[in-house]
């Protein structure tokens, strides 16, 4: 085995075990897709239409139509008018912002965890290794989900530009990040 393979299935992985344990920190919200549309609602999508949040998540427009019917049902989303006369806006209710924040808190408790046998030292060099990977990630993204779905935004610093996927956009399309003061 090469020592690229070994890399490559350690880091398959670290995925793995990270993504299993950021799922179990946020089965709260039913599934994965749930989770992803509340925090995205909590940390970038200001009373989106379905149609962007369908986009966000990567879902059919069918898909996201039962998706905001099972959160509205659950009394975690309102519908409201949307920016012209054919489309809904989605927006979190008191109660679907606090079960967001419950989400991302144990999201980000459980990564923080992770990264709990690094030293600080260790962790300013994983930074940066990691904004590598993610960038390139970005570079070979074709469509499908937002790779930031379920991301803090002010934590990543998105707002200062030292985001890596946020700037890996910005060279691969050309175009200003989208930013939202937090």
Same mark, same amino acid.
């Given at each position: 085995m090469s020592e690229l393979d070994h890399q490559a299935n350690l880091l398959g992985a670290f995925a793995l075990a990270v993504a299993d344990r950021a799922g179990a920190?946020?089965?709260?919200?039913g599934n994965p897709t749930a989770a992803a549309a509340l925090s995205a609602l909590l940390h970038f999508l200001d009373r989106p239409?379905?149609?962007?949040?369908r986009r966000v998540l990567g879902l059919t427009p069918s898909g996201a139509v039962r998706l905001v019917d099972r959160l509205a049902d659950a009394g975690l989303v309102t519908r409201g008018a949307g920016? !012209?006369?054919r489309s809904r806006s989605v927006a979190l209710t008191p109660?679907?912002? /606090?079960? =967001?924040e419950r989400l991302s808190g144990a999201r980000a408790s459980t990564l923080r965890d992770a990264l709990g046998a690094l030293s600080p030292s260790e962790r300013s060099t994983l930074d940066g290794l990691i904004g590598k990977v993610m960038a390139g990630i970005?570079?070979?993204?074709?469509?499908?989900?937002w790779i930031c779905?379920?991301? !803090?935004?002010?934590?990543c610093g998105r707002d200062v530009g030292s985001c890596?996927? /946020?700037? =890996?956009?910005?060279?691969?399309?050309g175009a200003e990040v989208v930013r939202r003061d937090l």
């Open positions: 920190a946020m089965a709260s919200a239409s379905i149609d962007q949040l920016s !012209d006369g109660e679907g912002r /606090a079960a =967001a970005v570079q070979e993204k074709d469509g499908g989900a779905r379920l991301c !803090d935004l002010a934590a890596p996927t /946020a700037n =890996a956009a910005v060279a691969k399309y």
